[in-house]
């Protein structure tokens, strides 16, 4: 007998139990979202969520008072903390971008279940950092929010937590 026949005699039946579990298991994906809701109302100086950011999840489109991100794909989470930028006033609609922004990082956490929709509500009781309502961050808050979460729209910019103030780097004072 040849023990290497041998060895692949049992291990054809082996492998075809695997690979049936395996397309067992897969006949239904999951259905996972996270979505943000901007919650302020309209007014003449509306707060635009700018950009968004949850778990792993990047809200880079911007969601005028009232609207909504509508549902991106994720995975089920436990409680994550939630990050936006605000525009003050700002219209997307025209070409110029935000001339300035409030950063904000949510109270508490925010988790999903596996086949579930999270739905973020963007306002001051869900968020803290709206200076224009008397929240404000700290600036070692701030300071992780636009260096770690938001790099790219920080870049050349120092954002000011007591103030809700953005200034390009060369103007910021040290």
């Known amino acids: 007998m040849n023990p290497v026949a041998g060895e692949t005699e049992h291990a054809v039946p082996i492998l075809g139990l695997c690979a049936g579990v395996l397309l067992c298991g897969c006949g239904d994906a999951a259905h996972t979202y996270v979505s943000l809701d901007n919650h302020y109302p309209a007014s003449k100086t509306s707060l635009v969520v700018y950009q968004g950011w949850w778990q792993a999840v990047p809200f880079s489109t911007p969601i005028l008072p009232g609207g909504s991100s509508g549902p991106q794909p994720t995975v089920a989470a436990s409680d994550n903390t939630a990050y936006v930028v605000l525009a003050p006033g700002w219209d997307p609609k025209g070409n110029a971008g935000p001339t300035s922004v409030i950063v904000m990082q949510s109270k508490t956490g925010f988790a999903v279940r596996l086949n579930d929709t999270l739905q973020i509500p963007v306002d001051d009781e869900h968020f803290a ?39 390009p780097i060369g103007d910021a004072a040290p």
């Open 129 to 167: 950092g709206n200076c224009l309502t008397g929240s404000h961050l700290t600036q070692q808050q701030a300071d992780f929010i636009t260096h770690l979460v938001f790099p790219v729209t920080f870049e050349a910019i120092r954002y000011d937590a007591a103030t809700c103030t953005a200034k």
